[in-house]
Protein backbone atom coordinates (compact mmCIF):
# COMPACT_ATOMS: atom_id res chain seq x y z
CA UNK A 1 0.00 0.00 0.00
CA UNK A 2 1.29 3.63 -0.81
CA UNK A 3 2.22 5.50 2.43
CA UNK A 4 1.59 8.61 1.08
CA UNK A 5 -0.42 9.16 -2.13
CA UNK A 6 -1.07 12.04 -4.19
CA UNK A 7 -3.49 13.07 -6.83
CA UNK A 8 -3.39 13.94 -9.80
CA UNK A 9 0.25 13.04 -11.01
CA UNK A 10 0.33 15.39 -14.11
CA UNK A 11 -1.49 18.63 -14.08
CA UNK A 12 -1.86 20.80 -16.91
CA UNK A 13 -3.96 23.83 -16.79
CA UNK A 14 -4.25 27.43 -18.50
CA UNK A 15 -3.05 30.40 -16.87
CA UNK A 16 -5.39 32.09 -14.80
CA UNK A 17 -8.15 28.72 -13.73
CA UNK A 18 -8.20 27.12 -10.30
CA UNK A 19 -6.97 23.41 -9.23
CA UNK A 20 -6.24 21.67 -6.52
CA UNK A 21 -4.26 18.40 -5.36
CA UNK A 22 -5.12 16.16 -3.38
CA UNK A 23 -2.56 14.39 -0.45
CA UNK A 24 -3.55 10.91 1.78
CA UNK A 25 -1.28 9.42 4.37
CA UNK A 26 -2.02 6.46 5.62
CA UNK A 27 0.87 5.85 8.21
CA UNK A 28 -0.79 7.64 11.20
CA UNK A 29 1.60 10.28 11.32
CA UNK A 30 0.63 13.67 13.16
CA UNK A 31 2.45 16.42 10.79
CA UNK A 32 1.84 17.05 6.57
CA UNK A 33 3.64 19.26 4.50
CA UNK A 34 3.52 20.69 1.32
CA UNK A 35 7.12 20.98 -0.74
CA UNK A 36 7.44 23.06 -4.09
CA UNK A 37 10.32 22.10 -6.17
CA UNK A 38 11.50 24.20 -8.90
CA UNK A 39 13.56 23.25 -12.17
CA UNK A 40 16.76 24.01 -10.54
CA UNK A 41 15.37 21.01 -7.96
CA UNK A 42 15.32 23.71 -4.58
CA UNK A 43 12.78 21.66 -2.44
CA UNK A 44 11.16 24.68 -0.27
CA UNK A 45 8.63 24.01 1.97
CA UNK A 46 5.38 26.07 1.86
CA UNK A 47 3.08 24.95 4.71
CA UNK A 48 3.03 22.78 7.35
CA UNK A 49 0.27 20.62 9.26
CA UNK A 50 0.12 19.12 12.60
CA UNK A 51 -3.50 17.66 13.48
CA UNK A 52 -4.97 19.62 11.43
CA UNK A 53 -3.88 22.73 12.98
CA UNK A 54 -1.45 24.73 10.42
CA UNK A 55 1.56 25.80 12.22
CA UNK A 56 4.06 26.63 8.93
CA UNK A 57 3.09 29.44 6.00
CA UNK A 58 5.98 30.56 4.31
CA UNK A 59 5.94 33.32 2.09
CA UNK A 60 3.35 31.99 -0.13
CA UNK A 61 1.15 33.94 -2.24
CA UNK A 62 -2.32 33.63 -0.80
CA UNK A 63 -3.79 32.49 -4.06
CA UNK A 64 -2.31 29.18 -2.52
CA UNK A 65 -4.93 27.72 0.19
CA UNK A 66 -4.06 24.53 2.02
CA UNK A 67 -6.87 22.56 3.79
CA UNK A 68 -6.48 19.79 6.29
CA UNK A 69 -10.21 17.87 6.72
CA UNK A 70 -8.69 15.25 9.28
CA UNK A 71 -4.80 14.61 9.75
CA UNK A 72 -4.67 11.95 7.43
CA UNK A 73 -5.44 14.38 4.22
CA UNK A 74 -3.73 17.78 3.22
CA UNK A 75 -5.33 19.20 0.00
CA UNK A 76 -3.71 22.39 -2.01
CA UNK A 77 -5.93 24.39 -4.00
CA UNK A 78 -4.72 27.41 -5.88
CA UNK A 79 -6.43 30.13 -7.50
CA UNK A 80 -5.69 31.98 -10.40
CA UNK A 81 -2.65 29.71 -11.72
CA UNK A 82 0.24 31.48 -12.81
CA UNK A 83 3.29 30.83 -15.21
CA UNK A 84 5.40 30.67 -12.09
CA UNK A 85 3.31 28.16 -10.66
CA UNK A 86 4.71 25.42 -12.66
CA UNK A 87 6.77 23.00 -10.47
CA UNK A 88 6.77 19.70 -8.71
CA UNK A 89 4.42 19.72 -5.53
CA UNK A 90 5.40 17.06 -3.22
CA UNK A 91 3.13 16.39 -0.07
CA UNK A 92 5.06 14.64 2.68
CA UNK A 93 3.93 13.53 6.17
CA UNK A 94 6.11 13.08 9.34
CA UNK A 95 5.49 11.11 12.58
CA UNK A 96 6.00 14.68 14.63
CA UNK A 97 8.11 17.96 14.10
CA UNK A 98 9.81 18.66 17.60
CA UNK A 99 12.15 15.48 17.91
CA UNK A 100 14.76 13.82 16.04
CA UNK A 101 13.91 10.42 13.85
CA UNK A 102 10.11 11.25 14.46
CA UNK A 103 11.04 14.43 11.73
CA UNK A 104 11.99 11.97 9.20
CA UNK A 105 9.85 13.00 6.05
CA UNK A 106 8.37 10.57 3.77
CA UNK A 107 7.26 12.01 0.19
CA UNK A 108 4.33 11.32 -1.70
CA UNK A 109 4.84 11.01 -5.71
CA UNK A 110 4.52 14.17 -6.57
CA UNK A 111 1.97 15.94 -8.81
CA UNK A 112 4.06 17.83 -11.63
CA UNK A 113 2.25 21.37 -12.41
CA UNK A 114 2.21 22.78 -15.93
CA UNK A 115 0.98 25.93 -16.77
CA UNK A 116 0.47 26.96 -19.98
CA UNK B 1 23.98 33.40 3.61
CA UNK B 2 21.40 30.83 3.09
CA UNK B 3 20.72 28.21 5.69
CA UNK B 4 21.69 25.62 4.47
CA UNK B 5 24.22 25.20 1.70
CA UNK B 6 25.34 22.26 -0.46
CA UNK B 7 27.69 22.56 -3.57
CA UNK B 8 25.05 21.37 -7.14
CA UNK B 9 27.67 19.78 -8.57
CA UNK B 10 27.59 17.77 -10.69
CA UNK B 11 30.09 15.45 -8.88
CA UNK B 12 31.40 12.66 -11.05
CA UNK B 13 33.54 9.89 -9.52
CA UNK B 14 34.24 6.94 -10.84
CA UNK B 15 32.65 3.35 -10.29
CA UNK B 16 33.90 1.69 -6.90
CA UNK B 17 35.12 5.35 -5.56
CA UNK B 18 34.51 7.22 -3.05
CA UNK B 19 31.94 10.38 -3.35
CA UNK B 20 32.07 12.68 -0.46
CA UNK B 21 28.81 15.00 -0.35
CA UNK B 22 29.02 18.00 1.73
CA UNK B 23 26.59 20.42 3.84
CA UNK B 24 26.47 23.76 5.80
CA UNK B 25 24.16 25.06 7.81
CA UNK B 26 23.81 28.74 9.59
CA UNK B 27 21.36 28.08 12.79
CA UNK B 28 23.86 26.85 15.26
CA UNK B 29 21.00 25.72 17.14
CA UNK B 30 19.98 22.69 15.15
CA UNK B 31 19.74 19.56 16.32
CA UNK B 32 18.76 16.73 13.47
CA UNK B 33 20.06 16.25 10.55
CA UNK B 34 18.90 13.80 7.21
CA UNK B 35 20.19 12.73 3.96
CA UNK B 36 17.56 12.17 1.17
CA UNK B 37 18.63 10.69 -2.33
CA UNK B 38 16.33 11.78 -5.23
CA UNK B 39 16.50 10.08 -8.25
CA UNK B 40 15.53 12.18 -11.76
CA UNK B 41 11.87 11.84 -12.29
CA UNK B 42 11.09 10.86 -8.13
CA UNK B 43 10.43 11.81 -5.28
CA UNK B 44 12.96 12.45 -2.18
CA UNK B 45 13.65 9.35 0.22
CA UNK B 46 15.64 9.08 3.24
CA UNK B 47 18.95 7.36 3.38
CA UNK B 48 20.79 8.40 6.85
CA UNK B 49 19.40 10.59 9.78
CA UNK B 50 22.36 11.80 12.08
CA UNK B 51 22.07 13.49 15.78
CA UNK B 52 25.19 13.80 17.29
CA UNK B 53 28.73 14.67 16.23
CA UNK B 54 30.65 11.95 14.65
CA UNK B 55 30.03 9.17 12.42
CA UNK B 56 27.43 7.17 11.85
CA UNK B 57 27.89 4.04 9.40
CA UNK B 58 25.37 2.21 7.59
CA UNK B 59 26.45 -0.33 5.13
CA UNK B 60 28.07 1.59 2.01
CA UNK B 61 26.76 4.94 3.59
CA UNK B 62 28.72 7.28 6.32
CA UNK B 63 27.45 10.89 7.77
CA UNK B 64 29.73 12.76 9.57
CA UNK B 65 28.52 15.95 11.77
CA UNK B 66 30.55 18.83 13.31
CA UNK B 67 27.90 20.82 14.87
CA UNK B 68 31.39 23.42 15.87
CA UNK B 69 31.87 23.53 12.17
CA UNK B 70 28.65 23.55 11.24
CA UNK B 71 28.72 21.06 8.90
CA UNK B 72 27.53 17.69 7.71
CA UNK B 73 28.78 15.43 5.23
CA UNK B 74 27.76 11.78 3.52
CA UNK B 75 30.09 9.51 2.24
CA UNK B 76 29.53 6.47 -0.29
CA UNK B 77 31.92 3.85 -0.58
CA UNK B 78 31.92 1.86 -3.33
CA UNK B 79 30.04 4.03 -5.43
CA UNK B 80 27.82 2.24 -8.02
CA UNK B 81 26.11 3.58 -11.12
CA UNK B 82 22.82 3.14 -9.27
CA UNK B 83 24.17 5.88 -7.02
CA UNK B 84 23.91 8.79 -9.47
CA UNK B 85 20.88 10.85 -8.14
CA UNK B 86 20.13 14.50 -6.13
CA UNK B 87 21.23 14.33 -2.56
CA UNK B 88 19.45 16.43 -0.16
CA UNK B 89 21.11 17.58 2.99
CA UNK B 90 18.16 18.65 5.44
CA UNK B 91 17.97 20.31 8.49
CA UNK B 92 15.75 20.93 11.39
CA UNK B 93 15.85 24.00 13.33
CA UNK B 94 13.79 24.58 16.19
CA UNK B 95 11.93 27.54 15.72
CA UNK B 96 11.49 30.29 18.30
CA UNK B 97 8.35 30.29 20.79
CA UNK B 98 6.88 27.61 19.44
CA UNK B 99 7.18 23.81 20.28
CA UNK B 100 7.78 22.75 16.51
CA UNK B 101 10.62 22.74 14.79
CA UNK B 102 11.24 23.32 10.56
CA UNK B 103 13.05 21.19 8.18
CA UNK B 104 15.12 23.47 5.30
CA UNK B 105 16.53 21.61 2.35
CA UNK B 106 19.34 22.31 0.62
CA UNK B 107 19.86 22.80 -2.95
CA UNK B 108 20.56 18.83 -3.34
CA UNK B 109 24.05 17.54 -4.76
CA UNK B 110 23.72 16.13 -8.37
CA UNK B 111 26.08 12.93 -8.12
CA UNK B 112 27.03 11.08 -11.59
CA UNK B 113 29.27 7.80 -10.64
CA UNK B 114 30.59 7.06 -13.97
CA UNK B 115 31.20 3.17 -14.89
Known amino acids: DTAVSQTPKYLVTQMGNDKSIKCEQNLGHDTMYWYKQDSKKFLKIMFSYNNKELIINETVPNRFSPKSPDKAHLNLHINSLELGDSAVYFC???????????????FGPGTRLLVL | QKEVEQNSGPLSVPEGAIASLNCTYSDRGSQSFFWYRQYSGKSPELIMS????GDKEDGRFTAQLNKASQYVSLLIRDSQPSDSATYLCAVVRDMAKTSYDKVIFGPGTSLSVIP
Open chain 2, 50 to 53: IYSN
Open chain 1, 92 to 106: ASSQDLDSGEQETQY
